[in-house]
């Protein structure tokens, strides 16, 4: 079965860059999207189609997808931006989410 | 306002089963695959099915293939999932999540209801 994998954790000061990777085999040749989930709610879709930003995100969150690794990156990181975030694909008609990363705004 | 309302969680003894029910409103539900995603205590998001439009295409994840059932009603506005044979490792807060397909992934989800499988 597909695997993702994501770092359990990453760590940025307010104001920096984050960057989460998610790694799959041929991940390029996949679209991802990315999730986050803050204590105590329900996900929600921050970077879907590998690129695109739904209405409503601000525009710090982007992504890119290119050979075996999708990237979310939240530029001019802000303390409100600390939560899990979880890559999402499809891989033969069922849906295979990465481990999350707990992003902490130090 | 697009919404989905999950129902149906609680406390159930290993063996046993539970029916989840997903209420939605504020979209033509039936112009939508759904799915459950579920999350144990404390750990990431799992995947467990999803059932296209007119119910014609049914998936589940190997973890919960031939215990679960996926349905739903569009007359209704519902959808639905039948958990049998629960094991602890089935204790998760469960998600029902709609699929968009300009996204290829879940815009909306609800906010989800507690099955705790335990003796």
């Known amino acids: 079965s597909y695997e993702l994998t994501q770092p359990p954790s990453v760590s940025v000061s307010p104001g920096q860059t984050a960057i989460i990777t998610c790694s799959g085999d041929?991940?390029?040749?996949?679209?991802a999207c990315w999730y986050q989930q803050k204590p105590g709610q329900s996900p929600v879709v921050v970077i879907y189609?590998?690129?695109k930003r739904p209405s409503g995100i601000p525009e710090r969150f982007s992504g890119s997808n290119s050979g075996n690794t999708a990237t979310l990156t939240i530029s001019g990181t802000q303390a409100m931006d600390e939560a899990d975030y979880y890559c999402?694909?499809?891989?033969?008609?069922?849906?295979?989410f990465g481990g999350g990363t707990k992003l902490t705004v130090l | 306002e697009v919404q989905l309302v999950e129902s149906g969680g609680g406390l159930v003894k290993p063996g046993g089963s539970l029916r989840l029910s997903c209420a939605a409103s504020?979209?033509?539900?039936?112009?939508?695959?759904m799915n459950w995603v579920r999350q144990p205590p404390g750990k990431g998001l799992e995947w467990v099915s999803s059932?296209?439009?007119?119910?014609?295409?049914?998936y589940y994840a190997d973890s919960v293939k031939g215990r679960f059932t996926i349905s739903r009603d569009n007359a209704k506005n519902s959808l639905y999932l039948h958990l049998n044979s629960l094991t602890p490792e089935d204790t998760a807060i469960y998600y029902c999540?709609?699929?968009?397909?300009?996204?290829?992934?879940?815009?909306?989800w609800g906010q989800g209801t507690m099955v705790s499988v335990s003796s």
């Open positions: 999540a709609r699929y968009y397909g300009d996204y290829d992934g879940f815009d909306i």
């Open positions: 504020g979209f033509t539900f039936s112009d939508h695959s």
């Open positions: 059932i296209s439009s007119y119910s014609r295409y049914i």
């Open positions: 041929k991940m390029g040749g996949k679209y």
């Open positions: 189609q590998d690129t």
């Open positions: 999402q694909v499809w891989d033969s008609s069922t849906v295979v």
